[in-house]
């Protein structure tokens, strides 16, 4: 129901920065829970941050401190600001959606490149 287009990936040395973008269509974040997944090499893919309807936030530990997920509703866009960066957040950076009502993301994004070099 909400097509996700990811943005903004990159090549970064460590201790860089850098914004992801995911811009929403069909539906308006607002209405949304939202994510960040990643996918690293041999790795399976898994939830970094994410946001509420309501606005909560919650992130795995390994970011906590440096990543912050946001909404602009304005542009109906979700943004991942990665401060910090290290070689290991080298991965598939993808964003999801779902409505609150359900129990799993079922809209995703195509995927953006990040690679941290050191």
């Known amino acids: 129901q909400v097509q996700l287009v990811e943005s903004g990936g990159g090549l970064v040395q460590a201790g860089g920065s850098l914004r992801l973008s995911c811009a929403a269509s069909g539906r308006t974040v607002s209405d949304l829970a939202m994510a960040w997944f990643r996918q690293a090499p041999g790795k399976e893919r898994a939830q970094v941050a994410a946001?509420?309807?309501?606005?909560?936030?919650s992130y795995t530990d390994s970011v906590k401190g440096r990543f912050t997920i946001s909404r602009e509703n304005a542009k109906n866009t979700l943004y991942l600001q990665m401060n910090s960066l290290k070689p290991e957040d080298t991965a598939v950076y993808y964003c999801?959606?779902?409505?609150?009502?359900?129990?799993?993301?079922?809209?995703w994004g195509q995927g953006t490149q990040v690679t941290v070099s050191s």
């Open positions: 946001v509420s309807r309501g606005g909560v936030t």
């Open positions: 999801a959606a779902r409505y609150p009502t359900s129990s799993i993301y079922d809209s």
